[in-house]
């Protein structure tokens, strides 16, 4: 099985999100073989929007088999009197999947490894699956984490995607288990995902940038 996971970020308004499921939903049919791929298990597709549109995809998108919808992030609380924050009670009304501890949350919110490893706990004794982002072998692993995606900071958004060797490396140094499904992340198109893919030790991608427009997300998972 190959994952292909969408990190749309901030990205998109009501409008586009339902401009984008309609186009993919429409797409999909010029790809024959990513359709069986989606049918025979092959590749699970997981779409990551803002938190207001999850709700959008129920409609169509989740109907394609192997299509989910997952969130980008939880809060460390549960339920409770927490301003703003979205628990994973809350999520897992909604969602089988969420990212957490992407660089930019560690960045620009200043997630500690402390921080994350509460959200995986809270996400799995919810039943929801964590993607961890990992930007080296210094950021501690969770056990319970479903997927691990490794993220450099300088691949990211940047066109600079690590090579295969380098993703290969960092491999072998990260602390993880056999149930770990193993992501790279960073730069991933259409033009250099083949390459990865040519290695069973990489099981797919976490992709930013080109899972925005609908056409360059198919074109990535049809020829996962
Ligand atoms: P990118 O983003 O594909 O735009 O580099 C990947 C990510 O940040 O998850």
Redesign the pocket.
Same mark, same amino acid.
């Given at each position: 099985m190959r994952y292909l996971i969408a990190?749309w970020?901030s990205h998109k308004n009501y409008q586009t999100t339902q401009a984008w499921i309609d186009d993919f939903f429409l797409q999909i049919s010029n790809y024959p073989r990513l359709k069986k791929n989606l049918n025979d298990n092959k590749i699970k597709i997981i779409v990551c929007p803002p938190l207001p549109f999850i709700s959008l995809f129920s409609t169509k998108f989740t109907k394609i088999p192997n299509c989910h919808v997952g969130a980008q992030d939880l809060s460390i609380y549960g339920e409770g009197n927490y301003t703003g924050e979205v628990s994973a009670e809350a999520l897992s009304e909604l969602v089988e999947y969420t990212i957490v501890g992407? /660089?930019?949350r560690r960045n620009y919110f200043k997630e500690s490894d402390e921080m994350i490893s509460k959200k995986i706990d809270r996400a799995s004794k919810m039943n929801i699956k964590a993607i961890q982002?990992v930007r080296n072998e210094k950021d501690k692993i969770q056990k319970q984490a479903h997927m691990v995606?490794y993220?450099p900071i300088e691949?990211?958004?940047?066109g600079k995607n690590a090579s295969v060797d380098d993703v290969l490396n960092m491999k072998k140094k990260l602390d993880l288990i056999s149930d770990h499904i193993f992501l790279y992340?960073?730069?991933?198109d259409k033009s250099n995902c083949e390459y990865y893919l040519d290695k069973d030790e990489i099981d797919g991608f976490?992709?930013?940038?080109? /899972?925005l427009d609908p056409k360059s997300f198919l074109d990535i998972a049809s020829l996962c």
């Open positions: 990190n970020k992407h /660089s930019e982002c995606a993220e691949a990211i958004g940047t992340g960073g730069s991933v976490l992709v930013g940038g080109a /899972s």
